[in-house]
């Protein structure tokens, strides 16, 4: 059954270093997402992307957050400078269309020291 | 943000019999509804949804019911698996117009006792 992927499972990084997560949404969907979970917190909404631009985000994605679809395979999640408060597990989905189920991958957990 | 509320932290049922789930919302503008399964160390998995437009949907073992009124659903597990051990979320999605993005609840942890 097509998955989403993500690498690497678990990145361990100094306050103010940059960091890109990768993802691999499965191959015949259309729109993707990230997602975060602090400890102990909800799931929340980063960003959503469709045809190559952000299509929705919220105020956690503020200019420290980018997304990219550098090929046709790859969605990837940079934070620019990292905060402590960034610590979280980060989640990558994708749905066929709009109206889809988001699938998720296993998540990045991201561990800013 | 509290839009999107599960009460009971967790829960614990007898294998074999029904697991109710609950999950509240505030926000009228939601159309749609999820639920996602999670173990340790994975991404939450889809197990059902349901339609605004419905007040029941079925699958298999899995039921959500939708009172769009009380702005309540549950999940129904019956009967239940030691297997259906998992850490439970309600999702809703639709809060503005053309918004795709999920709210998600703190999840409720179902243990199933052989």
């Known amino acids: 059954e097509p998955e989403v992927t993500q690498t690497p499972s678990h990145q361990v990084t100094q306050m103010g270093q940059e960091v890109i997560l990768r993802c691999v949404p499965i191959s015949n969907h259309l729109y993707f997402y990230w997602y975060r979970q602090i400890l102990g917190q909800k799931v929340e909404f980063l960003v959503s992307f469709y045809n190559n631009e952000i299509s929705e985000k919220s105020e956690i994605f503020d200019d420290q957050f980018s997304v990219e679809r550098p090929d046709g395979s790859n969605f990837t999640l940079k934070i620019r400078s990292t905060k402590l408060e960034d610590s979280a597990m980060y989640f990558c989905?994708?749905?066929?269309?709009?109206?889809?189920?988001?699938?998720f991958g296993p998540g990045t957990r991201l561990t800013v020291l | 943000d509290q839009q999107v509320k599960q009460n009971s932290p967790s829960l614990s049922v007898q294998e074999g019999r029904i697991s109710i789930l609950n999950c509240d919302y505030t926000n009228s503008m939601f159309d749609y509804f999820l639920w996602y399964k999670k173990y340790p160390a994975e991404g939450p998995t889809f197990l059902i949804s349901?339609?605004?437009?419905?007040d029941k949907n079925e699958d298999g073992r899995f039921t959500v019911f939708l009172n769009k009124s009380a702005k309540h659903l549950s999940l129904h597990i019956v009967p239940s698996q030691p297997g259906d051990s998992a850490v439970y979320f309600c999702a809703a999605k639709g809060g503005k117009a053309g918004a795709n993005n999920l709210f998600f609840g703190t999840g409720t942890r179902l243990t199933v006792i052989p």
């Open positions: 989905a994708s749905s066929e269309g709009r109206d889809n189920e988001q699938f």
């Open positions: 349901i339609s605004s437009i419905k």
